[in-house]
């Protein structure tokens, strides 16, 4: 019914930057909230950002100051711009959305996982 696909991840040095995009789409009546996790080898998935109606959730620390998300309502689009990438921002990138779906009700959906990976 619902899809989120995600696309931008890649490699890049340290320093550099990448945008993810997350688009969803399907039966949507309306999208509440949407965000990006990661997880790292060996780790637990962890929150990055995210964004509702009203505004964005505080960052997690690790990434204040050079990552910013954003939404386009229209395109029922999240994106993640990501600056000054460290080796330690290397993992996978989840996409997440709570979405109320046409004829039905609020479903929570994730991507299937975007690879970053930041050499040193």
């Known amino acids: 019914q619902v899809q989120l696909v995600e696309s931008g991840g890649g490699l890049v040095q340290a320093g550099g930057s990448l945008r993810l995009s997350c688009a969803a789409s399907g039966m949507i009546s309306s999208i509440n909230r949407m965000g990006w996790y990661r997880q790292a080898p060996g780790k637990q998935r962890e929150l990055v950002a995210a964004i509702t109606w009203s505004g964005v959730t505080p960052y997690a620390d690790s990434v204040k100051g050079r990552f910013t998300i954003s939404r386009d309502n229209a395109k029922n689009t999240v994106y993640l711009q990501m600056n000054s990438l460290k080796p330690e921002d290397t993992a996978v990138y989840y996409c997440?959305?709570?979405?109320?779906?046409?004829?039905?009700?609020?479903?929570?959906?994730w991507g299937q996982g975007t690879q970053v990976t930041v050499s040193s």
């Open positions: 997440n959305a709570d979405i109320i779906v046409i004829g039905n009700g609020a479903y929570d959906y």
